[in-house]
């Protein structure tokens, strides 16, 4: 900042995060001041102001999101990290359209926060105003792994606009829960969401079931249709397993998306619409594209922001969050008293792979709280296809036979990768997610537990994205 310190600001009602901050800016050659109460920054901002303030957002009294609508009403020229132990989309989107520059879920790193601070200082405010407050009913979307946060932090960011959006990653990852939130969280919330599985119809009949046909365009055409994209005018339309579109379909797409009109099969007339579309997919569109499977000019339409859902096992520190959550809504759908899960058993499910991710661990909580027969469920109650069978015998001799096996099986693939550099990882990932568990959270005695000292274990929770 030409020469002098970096004035930066911290409101928190937490002494702890004051002083961390505090210490971690200054050690920066920041010039820091702290607030326990958004009370006492106004008084503050009577006569000076910071060049970036960073502020939490449940406080008593004046409130962070309430502290924001004021700074944007005020007129204050300075950028606003906000920072939420309540790491939800509600949050991530409040705090966007409230203006702010960025958005910190807790725990945070350190380094991380410092380096925030010294962008938003670079690129200054990103206030916008607007409506912070928002009664739109959003998807359930839970996540305080970093990758759902980037998803977050996406969705946020898009929420004034109408870009299109692709979005990538396994089956069951939630790719149309995140096209809803962004639906919802856009200028086009009250209008149609029409979301389409493009393999769910068979080939000759998707062309019409997105375009509409006039009657007499085909046998059996006996009156008009109106098509998905007419259906969804002014608001969105969601094109679920873009992928296998057909080659012709895709010239279709891609002349709507770039000129905003198609015809009726049969039709004469070209028909106008006003239409976002997010298309997501399961594939490599990338490889579909070198293979001369997919157009790459339609790749380059729908590939404005590209979305990640990441799989299940790449986050399963959020796997007791959806457990909780989806044994709630299984409980509420049967009319019964929610399940606890015992400690052991939610080690078995932590550890597990999830190969058919949320998709499959929503459809588990259903099974277990049926079968279940007490009111806790325990490891018996897990079934082998859930890894139960899989994790019991993991203290046994049997897993080291397992484990031959798959080396054996991963020799195979003569192209394949070294095999430590495959099994080294995901041997350090699993016993940190089990042991982690065991020691609710706590870093010191996993560290303890697995030999290594707390630095270690916090370099290797990075490295493994467990953040």
Not at 423 to 433: D, G, H, Q, W, Y
Request: glycine share 8%; aromatic share 6%; net charge negative.
């Amino acid at each position: 900042m030409n020469g002098r310190e970096l004035a930066v600001w911290v409101v928190d009602d937490d002494a702890s995060v004051r002083w961390v901050l505090d210490r971690a800016l200054n050690n920066e050659g920041m010039n820091t001041r702290s607030f326990e109460s958004a009370d006492s920054l106004f008084d503050a901002l009577r006569t000076e102001q910071p060049d970036v303030l960073i502020s939490d957002v449940r406080m008593p009294g004046t409130d962070g999101m309430e502290a924001l609508r004021r700074i944007v009403k005020d007129g204050y020229a300075f950028p606003v990290i906000v920072i939420t132990a309540h790491a939800d989309l509600d949050s991530a989107v409040a705090a966007y359209q409230g203006g702010a520059f960025e958005y910190l879920p807790k725990p945070f790193d350190v380094d991380d926060a410092v380096a925030l601070v010294r962008r938003a200082a670079r690129f200054g405010p990103r206030i916008a105003g607007g409506q912070v407050e928002s009664d739109r009913q959003v998807p359930a979307m839970i996540g305080r792994a970093p990758a759902m946060q980037e998803v977050f932090r996406t969705i946020g960011r898009l929420s004034r606009s109408s870009m299109t959006v692709l979005i990538t990653g396994e089956s069951g990852t939630g790719k149309e829960l995140v096209a809803r939130a962004l639906h919802e969280h856009s200028p086009r919330a009250q209008q149609p969401f029409i979301a389409l599985n493009t393999t769910a119809i068979a080939s000759e009949l998707l062309e019409s079931e997105l375009f509409g046909h006039e009657r007499g365009a085909f046998t059996g055409a006996d009156s008009r249709r109106i098509g998905r994209f007419e259906q969804a005018n002014g608001g969105t339309l969601f094109l679920d397993e873009i992928g296998d579109m057909s080659p012709a379909l895709q010239t279709r797409l891609l002349r709507v998306l770039a000129e905003g009109e198609f015809y009726r099969v049969g039709g004469q007339v070209p028909i106008r619409v006003d239409v976002r579309v997010i298309a997501a997919t399961n594939q490599e569109l990338t490889a579909a594209v070198r293979s001369g499977r997919f157009r790459e000019d339609l790749f380059h339409r729908l590939n404005v922001i590209h979305i990640v859902t990441p799989p299940l096992r790449e986050r399963r520190d959020d796997i007791p969050l959806l457990l909780d959550f989806y044994l709630r809504e299984a409980a509420r759908e049967l009319g019964t008293p929610p399940k606890r899960i015992a400690p052991e058993a939610l080690n078995l499910l932590v550890s597990f792979d999830w190969p058919g991710n949320v998709r499959q661990l929503v459809n588990a909580c259903r099974r277990l709280t049926v079968t279940a027969p007490g009111a806790e469920i325990r490891p018996e109650d897990i079934p082998d296809e859930l890894g139960g069978q899989a994790g019991i015998r993991a203290g046994s001799a049997d897993w080291s036979l397992r484990l031959a096996r798959w080396a054996e099986g991963a020799l195979q693939d003569p192209g394949g990768k070294p095999l430590l550099d495959t099994a080294l990882p995901e041997f350090e990932r699993t016993l940190i997610t089990v042991v982690l568990a065991h020691a609710r959270g706590h870093r010191q005695e996993a560290a303890k537990l697995l030999g290594w000292g707390r630095n270690t274990l916090a370099r290797k929770i990075r490295e493994h994205g467990l953040e």
